[in-house]
T-cell receptor
Framework: NAGVTQTPKFRVLKTGQSMTLLCAQD?????MYWYRQDPGMGLRLIHY???????AKGEVPDGYNVSRLKKQNFLLGLESAAPSQTSVYFC??????????FGQGTRLTVV | SQQGEEDPQALSIQEGENATMNCSYK?????LQWYRQNSGRGLVHLIL?????REKHSGRLRVTLDTSKKSSSLLITASRAADTASYFC???????????FGPGTRLSVLP
């Protein structure tokens, strides 16, 4: 039982490049989330999904897009990376009202 | 805006001592959750307390909830060096869909 798996674990991008972060969960959770974590700011919600085919904006959605074509996968896309998007990205999933299970994170640096 | 705010931001204690962290939140909740994050890792859930509960125990962890003051505390008894981590409280928004995390308390347990 792998839980929540994020791919890749590390990435360096040049400004303007695009990339997709993949999150996969094997717990049949309805809800999935993408957060970013910056020093001293805790976790901030980027986008979330409450079911296959649905997505919604969180606190800091600008510059990101998401898709949930399959229940087990939640993709986070950066269309044109900016240095301000340098961060650690965490994916999480949960049942409604339950605990969140987190992936191990993706450390992204935009130069 | 952040729902949960932990206090203190950082705490340093000796092994064997107790550690207390506090969390305040702003709106009504269904439950409040505490998570731990080891350096460079994803968050791991520790304990969930429902709004109709006042106290909950799990091993060396004791969580209290005061809904009248909109606050919770996490007590770790007989701390160990392995307890060194950041601790976050989280609440669910009114729709029960999104987790809102505070900035966390960094706990250092010195051997």
């Amino acid at each position: 039982n792998a839980g929540v798996t994020q791919t890749p674990k590390f990435r360096v991008l040049k400004t303007g490049q695009s990339m997709t972060l993949l999150c996969a969960q094997d717990m049949n959770h309805e809800y999935m989330y993408w957060y970013r974590q910056d020093p001293g700011m805790g976790l901030r919600l980027i986008h979330y999904s409450v079911g296959e085919g649905t997505t919604a904006k969180g606190e800091v959605p600008d510059g990101y897009n998401v898709s949930r074509l399959k229940k087990q996968n939640f993709l986070l896309g950066l269309e044109s990376a900016a240095p301000s998007q340098t961060s650690v990205y965490f994916c999480a999933s949960s049942f409604p009202g339950g605990f969140a299970f987190f992936g191990q994170g993706t450390r992204l640096t935009v130069v | 805006s952040q729902q949960g705010e932990e206090d203190p931001q950082a705490l340093s204690i000796q092994e064997g001592e107790n550690a207390t962290m506090n969390c305040s939140y702003k709106t009504s909740i269904n439950n409040l959750q505490w998570y731990r994050q080891n350096s460079g890792r994803g968050l791991v859930h520790l304990i969930l307390i429902r709004s109709n509960e006042r106290e909950k125990h799990s091993g060396r962890l004791r969580v209290t909830l005061d809904t009248s003051k909109k606050s919770s505390s996490l007590l770790i008894t007989a701390s160990r060096a392995a307890d060194t981590a950041s601790y976050f409280c989280a609440t669910l928004d009114n729709y029960g869909q999104n987790f809102v995390f505070g900035p966390g308390t960094r706990l250092s347990v010195l051997p």
